[in-house]
């Protein structure tokens, strides 16, 4: 039986838009993102969202003068435009016309931790290509049995939309705080896909520099690790071509993780996501309050 409340008349103009994107997901995916970008240049998000990029690229990047940083912020929104075409291709377009777009490196550290039974967190953070990496590591490990921690959406739409493609896709959905549910994947030696790179202030949270910046870090991947005994796994999607290809990286698992100190585990996580970040800056999610929790008398970043 349907909810009724998600056809709400107060959702129809949302239930259109996606409807509209489904239709636009028969194009090829180059003409997509060129649509993307160009969504991306016209239409900036509110003056908040674009003031929190500005910050964050000026701490991040401070060797770049004022018109370097502008630059990286229209280069970010057209980034940002192309992931909503991104994200409506892995969900609704099929592997056949998916499978030619991607290059896989380290894809076998996967695979050989999962033929040896261990349990992975795969640690990835969060770059506009996120979704397409979902479904792309899906694509090649389809067998594996995969959990996606995710923040629930507010809108009950949106939330239905993307809890049921993840699930259908690439992997089950596990809620941020859902500690035990993540544990309970684990210790079935099954892969945890976990993104804890946003500012989290919780009881599992720690200081640790961020592009040399005190960032208000999630130490949780290396309790998860200790208390599972799984291994880590960085993983990244990098967008490589505008016209729509891309490379999947699996990194080495993490030696001496966890070290048993969590200060040095988050800044040596932190320090994976900042080289990702360095190499392809307008992918990373700079309209997020990263800095937003400060150190005690340390004044607001925004």
């Not at 699930?167 to 976990?194: C, N, T």
């Not at 585990?265 to 360095?278: G, M, P, S, V």
């Not at 992918?283 to 004044?299: N, S």
Request: hydrophobic share 40%; with cysteine; aromatic share 12%.
């Amino acid at each position: 039986m349907k909810n009724n409340s998600l056809w709400s008349p107060r959702y129809w103009g949302l239930w259109a838009t996606l409807a509209l994107l489904r239709l636009l997901v028969f194009l090829p995916l180059s003409v997509q993102l060129r649509l993307g970008r160009q969504l991306g240049q016209l239409v900036w998000l509110s003056k908040r969202r674009t003031h929190i990029a500005r910050v964050n690229l000026q701490r991040c990047f401070p060797d770049k003068d004022a018109p370097e940083i502008e630059a990286l912020i229209k280069a970010h929104y057209a980034s940002l435009g192309m992931a909503l075409f991104e994200t409506a291709s892995s969900w609704w377009m099929s592997d056949k016309r998916l499978e030619k777009r991607i290059k896989f490196f380290g894809i076998e550290r996967l695979l050989n931790a999962n033929e040896n039974k261990q349990a992975v967190i795969l640690f990835t953070a969060h770059f506009t290509t996120v979704e397409m990496g979902g479904r792309f590591m899906s694509m090649k490990t389809g067998h594996i049995p995969g959990n996606v921690v995710y923040r629930p959406n507010e809108n009950p739409v949106l939330q239905k939309v993307i809890f049921d493609n993840r699930q259908k896709h690439f992997a089950k959905p596990i809620g941020k705080d859902d500690i035990r549910s993540m544990l309970r994947a684990l210790r079935k030696k099954e892969v945890v896909w976990y993104a804890p790179d946003q500012n989290y202030s919780g009881s599992y949270s720690a200081f640790a520099p961020f592009f040399g910046l005190p960032a208000s870090t999630n130490t949780a991947t290396s309790k998860l690790a200790e208390i599972s005994d799984a291994v880590v796994l960085p993983f990244v999607l990098k967008r490589v071509s505008d016209e729509g290809y891309y490379e999947l990286h699996v990194m080495e698992a993490l030696e001496n993780y966890p070290s048993g100190d969590e200060i040095a585990d988050a800044t040596r996580t932190n320090k994976i996501i900042e080289d990702w970040a360095y190499q392809y800056p307008e992918q990373y999610l700079w309209i997020h309050r990263r800095f937003k929790t400060q150190p005690e008398g340390e004044d607001s970043f925004y």
